[in-house]
């Protein structure tokens, strides 16, 4: 291919990358971070919300502020994955001696149907007394699940009618006390792994 050859290539490449940035903008700013996202990359997880303790009280993220905070998704009927978190945080915090005194755990429900703040407050005691339950309505649940990249899914029981349960994302998230992500663990994480990373953010 001689020069003017490559020089057409090029230049014809450049218009066609720009019409498509023209046509679809959005591709831009996934490229691209935007100005108030800085150039640090951080993942986009977490956000504002507005739920309810087990008190009745009514929180947002604000009220954590200044604090770590490990946030799980579940809901108090889940046979499997919901009690192996619960089960995870509890060890690896009580492993962290006193500085889980900086971490505050979270459960927040994806059944706001059947978890009342009263059911989750006694469901999440039976794992650890440091564990907060949320929950909200159905629209605020959404919301929460959605700035945290949470899939859930109402799935009904074919054997008893009326019955259903729940198909969610089963990620553990930390969060610093600014409410930004820091990492991740997964229930099947061990409790020496989370504990020793745990212990290098605090």
């Known amino acids: 291919m001689n020069a003017r050859a490559i020089v057409v290539v090029v230049v014809g490449f ?3 990358a720009a ?3 023209a046509l679809f903008p959005a591709a831009w700013h996934r490229l691209l971070p935007s100005a108030d996202q800085g150039v640090s990359s951080k993942a986009l997880v977490g956000g504002p919300f507005t739920l309810t303790d087990g008190t009745g009280k009514r929180v947002t ?7 770590y905070m490990l946030v ?25 001696g006193a500085k889980a005194d900086r971490v505050t755990p979270i459960f927040i429900t994806v ?18 007394s440091r564990l907060v339950g949320l929950t ?19 799935v009904p029981n074919e054997d008893q009618a009326g019955d259903y349960t729940m198909d969610h994302t089963g990620i553990i998230y930390v969060m610093d006390p600014g409410g930004e992500f820091v990492a991740h663990f997964t229930p099947s994480t ?3 792994e989370m504990a020793a990373k745990l212990a290098k953010i605090l």
């Open 14 to 16: 450049a218009l066609g």
């Open 19 to 21: 019409g498509a940035f």
């Open 61 to 67: 993220e604000k009220d954590y502020r200044g604090r």
């Open 72 to 96: 799980f998704f579940g809901f108090t009927s889940c046979p499997d994955i919901c009690p192996a978190g619960l089960q995870l945080i509890s060890a690896a915090l009580s492993k962290l």
């Open 111 to 128: 059944d706001p149907e059947r978890d009342t703040p009263q059911k989750l407050a006694a469901y999440v005691k039976n794992f650890d």
């Open 136 to 154: 909200g309505t159905p629209e605020e649940i959404a919301a929460v699940a959605k700035a945290y990249k949470v899939y859930y899914n109402k």
């Open 190 to 192: 061990t409790v020496d």
